[in-house]
């Protein structure tokens, strides 16, 4: 007999790992990496399932949606390359039953940064997101901490409602200039994509400003702006820059222990986020 305190030490359903990496598709070397966690998670016992689904329910705009990028052929090859045992690929009309009525919805963490300005996002990941696991019943789960916010929302969901798995937050993954790989990074123009990579170099500043012993977020926030909009394109836009605490994602009055700066800009439509661990 086992007895266990905490829902880290239960014992597992399955008696190896059944590793899952939920996507939206337009996969790129950053889904690789949470790819190559699942595999080592797997291990040779285990598996590794890829989902690709493009939600609809956690995108605010219709144009958003159609012109989100769609690579399912380059997507599955590299899923075999990667040595993926099975991908779930189901249409919206398979996933969600035509009179669907239920979704989860968080109060606390999706208040803030991208729930801020994307109404109805997080309630939209919840819900697919759960019904992900419900359905596949993986044991462990991996996801990016580009999308921190989401990890934070995803940790807090699966605590509140007693889900069955681990969930990995996985670091992130860049282009060599520093810009945080995302399947939106496509739909820039060349001389946005160009400017992009002021994004990390602004936020890396917070590290030396940290080392420099400073606690006062204005001071971070201060430099960062500046780093940001210097010589930037009229259409870039800040949509957001915060710092914050790494749990209850609340602004900080006092930067003394762990602390994230996370940021959303904006190039014409698209729209990049990052962040960096200070
Ligand atoms: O991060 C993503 O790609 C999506 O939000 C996720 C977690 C696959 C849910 O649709």
């Not at 919805?105 to 990941?125: N, Q, Y």
């Not at 996985?170 to 994509?193: I, Y």
């Not at 820059?241 to 900080?252: A, F, G, M, S, W």
């Not at 762990?258 to 800009?265: K, Q």
């Amino acid at each position: 007999m086992i007895q266990f305190s905490s829902l880290d030490d239960r014992p597992l359903d399955q008696p190896s790992p059944s590793v899952l990496v939920p996507t939206m598709g337009a996969l790129h070397e950053g889904h690789a990496a949470l790819i190559r966690r699942g595999r080592e998670i797997a291990g040779h016992e285990g598996n590794v399932t890829v989902s690709i689904f493009l939600n609809p329910l956690q995108f605010n705009s219709s144009s958003d949606l159609a012109t989100y990028p769609r690579t399912l052929e380059a997507d599955l090859l590299l899923c075999r390359s990667l040595g993926v045992d099975a991908v779930y690929t189901p249409s919206p009309e398979e996933f969600y039953a035509a009179d669907h009525s239920i979704s989860i919805i968080e109060k606390s963490l999706s208040r803030t940064l991208c729930g801020s300005t994307r109404p109805g996002h997080f309630e939209g990941v919840c819900t697919v997101v759960l019904k992900l696991l419900n359905t596949l019943r993986p044991s462990d789960a991996i996801f990016g901490k580009k999308d921190y916010q989401q990890l934070a929302i995803i940790k807090r969901l699966v605590r509140d409602l007693g889900v069955s798995v681990r969930i990995h937050g996985v670091e992130t993954a860049r282009e060599p200039d520093g810009l945080a790989l995302s399947s939106r990074n496509l739909m820039l123009k060349p001389e946005h994509r160009k400017d992009a990579s002021r994004i990390h170099r602004a936020l890396l500043c917070a590290r030396d400003i940290r080392e420099a012993g400073e606690h006062r977020p204005e001071v971070y926030l201060k430099i960062t702006r500046k780093h940001l909009v210097e010589s930037a394109p009229s259409e870039m836009e800040i949509e957001y820059l915060e710092i914050i605490d790494r749990e209850t994602l609340v602004p900080l009055a006092k930067v003394a222990g762990p602390a994230l700066l996370a940021t959303a800009v904006i190039y014409d439509e698209v729209r990049l986020i990052d962040n960096i661990e200070i």
